[in-house]
T-cell receptor, first 114, second 108 residues
Framework: EADIYQTPRYLVIGTGKKITLECSQT?????MYWYQQDPGMELHLIHY???????EKGDLSSESTVSRIRTEHFPLTLESARPSHTSQYLC?????????????FGPGTRLTVL | QKEVEQNSGPLSVPEGAIASLNCTYS??????FFWYRQYSGKSPELIMS????GDKEDGRFTAQLNKASQYVSLLIRDSQPSDSATYLC????????FGAGTRLAVHP
């Protein structure tokens, strides 16, 4: 089982602010992912990375950006937060060695933009 | 058609009964399939994975995969109120594609 950490767990912020959501894992997983999920709704992949210096956009268009400078760290940044960004953001990672592509999720960050 | 489809539910079963959750997929080259449980306000938790045709059992959970029919299911035996959650089916290679989830309600 993976140890994936996300901070902050809850964030309330005003429109126009720049924010960075942190995600880190201590298991050396190469693959990491960011999902956005509204309450009671499905998961939407917004960014993923297969390793250091590798980042790709996901299936849902997002105004956020990501970086992967270190294996264990995959932060997500919103340059100018808007109320439409209010959602839960979930980070996940996949082990290097495993029997498949199972993803393990962090606890999530619940973002509210006023 | 979505690539991974689930009945949104809610599926309501009495305590002690078998809950049957179903999922169909459209991608014929999917190699791996997973079931996640998500409690309200929490993140998804992996409960079962299945890679080959047939059944895989783990405690009260049984996953079934039929690649020819593009069908994967999850059976929960002796359902408990603590099993009440949304169950997500996911499949794919490298990137997982998640279904929208089925809400399960187990009533005493």
């Amino acid at each position: 089982e993976a140890d994936i950490y996300q901070t902050p767990r809850y964030l309330v912020i005003g429109t126009g602010k720049k924010i960075t959501l942190e995600c880190s894992q201590t298991m050396g997983h190469d693959k990491m992912y960011w999902y956005q999920q509204d309450p009671g709704m499905e998961l939407h992949l917004i960014h993923y990375s297969y390793g250091v210096n590798s980042t790709e956009k996901g299936d849902l268009s997002s105004e956020s950006t990501v970086s992967r400078i270190r294996t264990e760290h995959f932060p997500l940044t919103l340059e100018s937060a808007r109320p439409s960004h209010t959602s839960q953001y979930l980070c996940a990672s996949t082990p290097i060695s495993g029997t498949g592509d199972e993803q393990f999720f962090g606890p999530g960050t619940r973002l509210t933009v006023l | 058609q979505k690539e991974v489809e689930q009945n949104s539910g809610p599926l309501s079963v009495p305590e002690g009964a078998i809950a049957s959750l179903n999922c169909t997929y459209s991608d014929r080259v999917s190699q791996s399939f997973f079931w996640y449980r998500q409690y309200s306000g929490k993140s998804p938790e992996l409960i079962m994975s299945i890679y080959s045709n047939g059944d895989k059992e783990d405690g009260r959970f049984t996953a079934q995969l039929n690649k020819a029919s593009q069908y994967v299911s999850l059976l929960i035996r002796d359902s408990q109120p603590s099993d009440s959650a949304t169950y997500l089916c996911a499949g794919g290679y490298n990137k997982l594609i998640f279904g929208a989830g089925t809400r399960l309600a187990v009533h005493p």
